[in-house]
């Protein structure tokens, strides 16, 4: 939307200074555009509105009073790079879902000591792949990934989404094809002088030194400009702990390493309580334990960190239940529920209740007041107030909002909370009008 304002008004703009020499001379559309266009910045700037809104309501001005017509409204809907960025999103989702994005984390970014570590860990692949590659697809694709490192290490995504968005900037200017800025400048210079143009690497001695001061400055600075701040949502997942168990499943790429080796040491706000191998259990393993196939790992966390178990492959529940619903795991989602004092299951074990049965729905961990709970999740025993996280078909929330013996929390779609993708796609839409 900023896009079709902006060309709009410095089309007509110029084309009225060319004609009349003069400011003064520009018709109502001149005038009215340029109004609009200032509301919108102030209104992004000084009010609490979304800024798709805000554009939004700027260019639906500009059409209702016929100054745009269809097709310059719409215009910037179709523009390759938002386009290009919508279909990347398709691509984050499946690495999402098929833990393709703990391997860049692990692999790419590593486990860094501090703040200044993993601001030059994240900078150094970005500028690389901005430096080839169109920098909103690498910003797009790079979010869910920091975001996901940045609650693994316990620092706060504010502390690295800015510069994320810098580095990017910083690899665009050291190539021809680094930006698409670069390649307007570099035809405007062949269609208006002799030069023959640049080539590739023509502009990397300007632009290597103006990255590196860039990178520079963060790395000084960012303790003192750029702010630390903790969502809600993580303030609320402190209160809610959760145990949940896993088994290592047949032919397993975990099989035969240590806890460590695996990766399941330092999970964010999950941790391994127990093994549990045949009759043997290993209380408190430590992190030279290797663990190997049919193993049952037992873990006690935050409702995020378990959804995060579910992407580790060579993982699976332990409970066999998830494996006789009728719907495809695809097509499931997680649930945070509340059992109520009118649910029929109270004093009832998980097992005994039959509650996959009853509900339609698999309990895979259980939080009672952060306790930590004995025995096997079926042999739990249910109480008023206990906290069940299932997995079930998105159906199961349409029947449970008359029913009074569970209260949903909250779900979560793609192993996401939806709460997170919403926060995820507004902060795309608000980089991305500031950007065009």
């Known amino acids: 939307m900023s896009l079709t304002l902006g060309s709009f008004l410095e089309n007509y703009l110029l084309a009225e200074t060319v004609n009349n020499s003069a400011l003064g001379d520009i018709y109502w559309q001149g005038w009215l555009t340029l109004g609009v266009t200032i509301l919108t910045l102030l209104g992004n700037a000084l009010t609490d509105f979304p800024t798709e809104i805000v554009f939004l ?9 016929g100054i745009l017509d269809e097709k310059a409204t719409l215009e910037g809907f179709s523009n390759p790079g938002m386009v290009t960025v919508a279909v990347l999103y398709i691509v984050v989702t499946g690495l999402e879902q098929t833990g393709g994005l703990n391997g860049i984390s692990q692999k790419v970014l590593g486990r860094p000591k501090g703040e200044s570590s993993a601001l030059l860990r994240m900078m150094t692949p970005v500028i690389a792949l901005s430096a080839f590659l169109n920098n909103t697809p690498v910003v797009a694709m790079f979010i869910p990934v920091v975001q996901d490192w940045c609650r693994k290490l316990g620092i706060s995504p504010s502390k690295l989404m800015i510069p994320l968005s810098y580095a990017a900037i ?7 094809i680094g930006t698409s800025t670069n390649l307007v400048v570099n035809g405007l210079l062949v269609s208006y002088t002799d030069h023959p143009g640049f080539k590739l690497l023509d502009i990397t001695w300007v632009g290597l030194p103006c990255a590196f001061i860039g990178v520079l ?7 003192w400009l750029l702010p630390k701040r903790k969502s809600v949502i993580e303030i609320g997942d402190d209160l809610r702990k959760y145990m949940v168990e896993m088994t290592v499943s047949p032919k397993s790429s975990l099989s035969g390493k240590s806890i460590e080796q695996a990766g399941l040491r330092h999970l964010p706000e999950l941790f391994l309580t127990e093994i549990v191998r045949g009759d043997h259990v290993i209380p408190a393993p430590p992190p030279q334990e290797v663990i190997y196939e049919n193993d049952q ?3 006690v966390g935050a409702v995020d960190s378990i959804v995060d178990l579910y992407q580790i492959k060579g993982l699976q529940p332990a409970t066999n239940q998830v494996f006789k619903l009728d719907t495809p795991r695809s097509q499931r989602c997680l649930i945070e529920a509340v059992v109520s004092n009118n649910c029929a299951l109270i004093g009832k074990t998980i097992r005994q209740g039959r509650f996959r049965d009853y509900y339609q729905a698999v309990v895979i961990a259980v939080g009672r007041n952060g306790k930590r709970l004995k025995g096997k999740i079926g042999d739990i025993r249910l109480r008023a107030g206990d906290l069940l996280l299932l997995e079930a078909h998105p159906n199961f929330l349409v029947r449970q909002r008359i029913s009074k013996e569970l209260y949903i929390m909250c779900h979560f779609l793609g192993w996401r909370i939806n709460r997170g993708i919403l926060n995820n796609v507004c902060c795309f839409l608000k980089n991305y009008s500031r950007v065009v």
């Open 57 to 65: 309501g700027g260019a639906a001005v500009l059409f209702v009073t």
């Open 170 to 176: 910083f690899g665009g200017i050291c190539t021809l």
């Open 217 to 223: 400055f963060l790395m000084f600075t960012h303790r």
């Open 297 to 299: 790992l037992v873990f």
